[in-house]
C-alpha cells in the first residue's frame, strides 16, 4: 500500500479519488510500506495472544495521519474483539467530533472501535505552534471545558457500548483523576453497565494513583498500571509531561504518601505487615 493510495480525497469536479500527497519520494513511500508492514507485524502478534495495541496520540499537526491509519488498523483487525486502539485527547475542541464520527464509521462498516481517552499532554507546544503559524489555538481555554469534553466523550462512548450491546465498543479511562474515575463508575452503574462487561478498563502510571487503582481492582474492574519502556533520554520527556498535564500531582504525592503512613500504622497496630487484600470478585 503506497501513502498516497491510503489518503486520498473525491474530486468536486470529475468525483474521482485523488490523492492529497503526491510529492512524497520512492524513498519515503519506501519508508511508509516499512512502517505499515511492521505495525501488522504487531497487530498480528496482538492478534494471536489476545492483547489490546493503543496506539497513542501526538500533536494535531500530526495526528490526521496517526488516526486515519489507526482506523484502518481497527477496520482490519478488529473484526471479532477490539485489539487496536486510537488514543483522543479531550484537550482538543474537536475531540468528542473526532470520536462520533469513528463511532459512526466502526458501526457503518461493522467492526469492533476501540478508544483511549486522555486529557492531552502537548498544550504548550499546540498553543506555541498556532500562535506561531497564524491559525487558530486548537485547544480548549481551560481546564474545566477540558473536563466536560472529556466527561461528555466518554458518556457518547458508553450509551454507545448500550445501545449496540455485546462489546463492539471497548473504553481505556487512562486518567489519574480521581473525580473523573468516579464519573466513568458511576456512570456505568446509571446505564447498567459492570465490571464484568468487559467494555471499560483503566489506566494510570506504575506508582501514581495506586490508592485509585488498587480499589478498583478490588471491585472487579480492570485496571492496567502502565511503564514508560525505552533509553532514559526518551523516557523523561514523556515523564515529565504527565506532571504537566497533572497540574496537582504534588498534592497528590502528599495524599498518597499519607495514605501509605496510615495504611503502615494500621498493619503494625493489626499485627498484619504482610497483608494481602482479597475483594469478593472474579478477576476480569
Known sequence: ?????????????TGKMEPIITALTEEEEEMFRN???RLRTIANRATEKNVRVMIDA??????????????????????????????YQCYLKRADMNVLLDLEQAERQNFYFGAKLVRGAYLEQERMRAATVGYDDPTLPSYESTNFIYERTLTECLRTIKRRGGQKVAVMVASHNEDT??????????????????????????????????????????????????????VLPYLSRRAQENS???????????????????????????YTPKGNYEPV
Not at 490526521?64 to 485489539?83: D, F, G, Q, V, W
Open 248 to 274: 496537582g500531582i504534588l498534592k497528590k504525592v502528599r495524599k498518597e504518601r499519607r495514605l501509605l503512613w496510615k495504611e503502615l500504622k494500621r498493619r503494625i497496630l493489626k499485627g498484619q505487615l504482610f
Open 58 to 87: 501526538e500533536q494535531t499537526y500530526f495526528q490526521p495521519a496517526i488516526s486515519r491509519i489507526t482506523m484502518e488498523l481497527m477496520r482490519k483487525y478488529n473484526r471479532e474483539k477490539a485489539i487496536i486502539f486510537n488514543t
Open 1 to 13: 500500500m503506497l501513502l498516497s493510495d491510503l489518503f486520498q480525497v473525491p474530486n468536486l469536479q
Open 181 to 234: 474515575v468516579r464519573f466513568t463508575v458511576n456512570k456505568m452503574k446509571e446505564l447498567g453497565l459492570g465490571p464484568k462487561d468487559r467494555v471499560v478498563c483503566f489506566g494510570q502510571l506504575l506508582g501514581m494513583c495506586d490508592q485509585v487503582s488498587f480499589p478498583l481492582g478490588q471491585a472487579g474492574y480492570s485496571v492496567y498500571k502502565y511503564v514508560p519502556y525505552g533509553p532514559v533520554e526518551e
Open 35 to 37: 512502517m505499515m508492514r
